[in-house]
């Protein structure tokens, strides 16, 4: 996307501002969306971006800037503008490029560029929507969504690293909407993943709609959920989301640099019970957070993060390596070229255990079942997190009783890690959007389904 | 002729010829942009980020079909393209016989010396502020650090123009600081922030930003659960601004249609207490919700949303407003990668008679802080379910600091459970919402 002399060119006048290290990330990224409202396509929308990002290097400090142009005299002003305040003599000289051709461990067959295979997508969403509505007469609606994407980066560094990737995302979603007077509620469904249409094989539409329905159909019914301090059962899959947030976070050296984690010092230490082992996985057939290379140009690879309870691994980009001493973990990444990179989870999970859900069930007088957990935030500095449940049922005497709705859990990271008591064996893992320093990036979360002992539920009965 | 050598009127001629030779209408959005970021960190900058930017976005109507598509690459070819794929997406989507292409051949342009005003500032002067937040806040008793912090100026443009002949620009500046520090005590600790934008750099003033944010950092250092129950509640400015924000789409025409907003059937009804009253007053220009006209050209108004506790209308544009057989009522919202959709532009709560002291007698819990808000809600209900931290008062003052609590209920109820509404309004940090305070009465809390 930007031959390599125009690259050498740029790179060496940074080098000869006085950087210490610099780097082009060029970015094309072609994007397709299919949307569906019921039984009517909504909109198909496309579109591409494209731009290089350049980043210069003094000492820790990051000077970032971007443009959509690509001729050489726009990447040598932007350089010159960003160095204005830091220029000195020369303190290194770039070395020569060498190519590095990485293995595709992620193929892909159905492919944006070739074909955007609207009328299928369409087909399916249409069939996911009239298996919702077959459900349940309260079904009265379906939003549904495929988005395809196809991200090309190319990445030059004065190291002389020169490397390429092509990174196909397929995504697909349903929304059932169930009514019943004045209430309304909802439930949905999505899969995606780091490949192209091909997924359709794997999606099955019928599945798709049934368990939207059956979600929205069991909030309908759902009561007031009892507040308080509790065990809770957190569901597999995007359950994970609560580690992903609340722990994973925090062992990302974006904050622990910056000392704005509160595992920042606890490197071996046990900071979770010793049941609980965490992994952040690049390299994951196809899985959505999967990636070939890092946006730093580096393979990805399996970074065990905590093993039997003890912290074993941070998350660590180069800036994050430079200024913690721990080794880079193919972890650097960012949205787009408009964000420097940072460090960044990937497919991030707790390890399944050899638990059952009966037994966890049977081993509460009162507390919650939150089989399906929606987003949250949490506060990186303290840990604090809150998290939604979008399906949850309530325990009482070792007994599911009654569908609940508006609960959220609440707790810090440190002390979540350390209340789980049961972990099962139902892995599996669910693809989400991350936003944190360096924008939004696809991410997969995942766990088997776990108990936590103690924490806060927020309710309204 | 290439498009390196155009200027953006020409570029849009180019694009709109092709779209009615292909006898389509369409408009086309020109989003262009300038941003200087500065972070600092342990005394020294951290970051320093320049970038420009420019997208296109297309929307087409052929035979009642929409189709939209955006762009970066903005060469012949690109252009080229960009309408193709416009045309081709408009080709699979139904027929939506109320959207058109309003008969709006205006010239518009927004006021640049009040929008986008000038000034001699140094990017020197700019690092020192950056540094000054970063430095104050460090230094203060039992900062630990300040993570998070900078100071930004973004310049901000909007083209838009029609097959119609629209031609709308509007030019906007705005210049941002702010800071979260994490404070420590023992095993204690805090994480808060604040912030604060004007459209003059000269105009950010640091000891704002640094004040606010120790204050909400120490005052929660102590902070821990309260009993569960239910309390009178009061919201600050940003948390209230940002509650009304979750569930804003009770006012949206466009959710009306498509059969998810409660609110839908309720115009002329009382849905609150009556002393609420609710504007959406686009043309403060004290706000950065200011909006001359909206993304259909449509010229704005202040509009009436909810007068003593009566829903008066729905925001819309002109599609909206075709399907419901009213006017639009210039809440057209559109980006370059979006379809066209309503959006309010700056809320206006009106106050009322109650002043401070009998808004803040007897015990109610102050929130200051909320986490989990779009996940905790769900807008078509009204269900939330937040995240909080804040404070337990009594006559007015704070006895008590208060974290790891749940605020929760509905909001739909909760618009009919207000007990007082204070004399005086206040803007939100990014000053886009003016509201006075509300007390609510009966919330859940969960300690």
């Known amino acids: 996307m930007l031959n390599s002399q125009t690259a050498e060119s740029v790179i060496d006048h940074a080098l000869s501002l006085g950087a210490d290290f610099a780097e082009l990330f060029i970015e094309k990224n072609e994007t397709n969306v299919v949307s569906t409202l019921s039984t009517e396509v909504q909109s198909v929308e496309s579109g591409i971006n494209f731009g290089i990002g350049l980043r210069l290097v003094y000492g820790n400090k990051v000077l970032y800037g971007y443009t959509n142009k690509t001729d050489k005299d726009e990447l040598f002003r932007i350089a010159s503008v960003l160095a204005a305040k830091d220029l000195r003599d020369p303190v290194s000289c770039t070395k020569s490029f060498n190519f590095n051709q990485m293995t595709d461990i992620h193929p892909a067959q159905k492919i944006l560029s070739v074909d955007a295979e609207i009328e299928s997508k369409v087909a399916y969403l249409m069939s996911a929507d009239r298996a919702a509505r077959a459900a349940g007469e309260k079904i009265s609606q379906t939003r549904g969504s495929c988005m395809q994407r196809e991200q090309r980066v190319e990445i030059y560094n004065s190291d002389g690293l020169h490397a390429n990737d092509r990174r196909h995302y397929i995504r697909a979603h349903l929304t059932a909407i169930a009514s019943d007077g004045g209430e309304q509620a909802t439930g949905s469904w999505n899969d995606g993943g780091l490949l192209g249409w091909e997924i359709e094989s794997s999606i099955n539409p019928q599945q798709t709609g049934e368990a939207a329905a059956r979600q929205a159909l069991v909030n309908l019914t759902a009561r007031p959920c009892p507040s308080g301090r509790m065990p809770v059962i957190i569901g597999n899959g995007f359950g994970g989301v609560i580690f992903h947030e609340a722990c994973g976070h925090l062992l990302e050296t974006t904050s622990v640099a910056k000392k704005a984690s509160v595992f920042h010092d606890q490197m071996g230490e046990m900071i979770a019970s010793s049941i609980v082992n965490a992994v952040d996985d690049g390299t994951m057939t196809n899985e959505w957070g999967s990636i070939n290379i890092d946006d730093e140009g580096m393979a990805t690879q399996r970074t065990q993060l905590i093993k039997d309870g003890q912290l074993t691994n941070f998350l660590v980009d180069r800036i994050g390596a430079q200024q913690t001493g721990f080794a880079r973990s193919g972890s650097g990444r960012r949205e787009s070229y408009k964000f420097a990179p940072a460090s960044r989870m990937r497919n991030t999970f707790i390890e399944p255990g050899d638990a059952k859900l009966d037994v966890m069930i049977a081993s509460i007088d009162k507390g919650i079942y939150a089989s399906h957990m929606g987003g949250g935030s949490v506060q990186p500095g303290t840990g604090e997190f809150n998290f939604a449940v979008t399906e949850g049922y309530y325990i009482e005497n070792g007994k599911i009783q009654y569908p609940v709705k508006a609960a959220t859990l609440i707790s810090t990271g440190p002390k979540v890690l350390k209340e789980i008591s049961m972990i099962g064996q139902d892995f599996s893992l669910a693809c989400g959007m991350c936003g944190s320093i360096s924008g939004s990036v696809p991410t997969t979360v995942g766990q088997a389904t776990l108990k936590v002992d103690d924490i806060l539920v927020g309710g309204n009965a | 002729m290439g498009s390196s050598n155009m200027n953006t009127a020409q570029m849009a001629e180019q694009v709109l010829d092709q779209v009615m030779s292909a006898g389509a209408a369409g ?94 500032v140094s990017i020197d002067q700019k690092i020192q502020l950056a540094l000054a ?52 005590d023992g095993e204690k600790n805090a994480m808060q922030g604040s912030s604060q934008v004007s459209r003059l750099f000269s105009e950010l003033n640091p000891s704002l930003v640094i004040d606010k944010t120790y204050e909400k950092c120490i005052g929660l250092l102590d902070g821990k659960p309260i009993p569960s129950k239910h309390y009178d509640v009061i919201f600050d400015t940003e948390c209230q601004v940002s509650v009304f924000g979750v569930f804003a789409m009770m006012f949206s025409g466009k959710t009306a249609k498509d059969g998810v907003n409660p609110m ?39 509009s009436g949303l909810v007068i003593d506790g009566c829903l008066k209308t729905l925001i819309h544009n002109s599609a909206t407003a075709s399907y419901f057989g009213t006017n639009t009522t210039g809440h057209a919202s559109r980006g370059p990668k979006s379809t066209l959709g309503v959006n309010l532009h700056q809320v206006e709560i009106a106050s009322s008679s109650d002043d401070m002291s009998t808004l803040h007698s007897g015990e109610y819990l102050e929130v200051t802080d909320l986490a989990g808000l779009h996940s905790g809600a769900n807008a078509i209900s009204g269900n939330f379910s937040f995240g909080a931290s804040g404070y337990l008062c009594q006559g007015g003052e704070r006895i008590q600091a208060v974290r790891g609590i749940t605020v929760a209920g509905n909001f739909y109820e909760m618009l009919n459970k207000i007990s007082m509404i204070g004399n005086q309004q206040h803007w939100n940090e990014d000053r886009t919402a003016l509201m006075p305070s509300i007390r609510f009465s009966d919330v859940a809390i969960s300690g």
């Open chain 2, 264 to 302: 839908r059937d309720k115009i002329g009804s009382v849905i609150a207490d009556s002393r609420l009253t609710i504007y959406d007053h686009p043309l403060n220009t004290d706000g950065f919700g200011y909006h001359l006209f909206d993304a259909e050209g449509t010229a704005t108004e202040k």
């Open chain 2, 133 to 184: 937040i970063e430095n104050r806040l460090a230094t203060k008793e039992k900062v630990k650090n300040v993570p998070y912090n900078g100071v930004q100026d973004t310049f901000s443009q909007r083209h838009i123009f029609s097959s119609a002949g629209l031609n709308a620009l509007t030019r906007s500046r705005m210049c941002t600081a702010y800071a979260y520090a994490l404070v420590e």
């Open chain 2, 27 to 120: 408009d086309l959005i020109i989003d262009e942009g300038e941003t200087i970021s500065l972070k600092a960190r342990d005394g020294e900058l951290e970051e320093y980020k320049v970038s420009s930017s420019r997208i296109f976005g297309l929307r087409v109507i052929k035979d009642g079909h929409i189709g939209t598509a955006y762009s970066e690459a903005v060469d012949a070819d690109a252009l080229k393209s960009l309408v193709g794929q416009a045309l081709n997406n408009a080709s699979f989507v139904k027929v939506e016989s109320h959207e058109n292409i309003l008969p709006n051949s205006n010239y518009l342009k927004t006021d640049d010396e009040l929008l986008c005003p000038q000034e001699q």
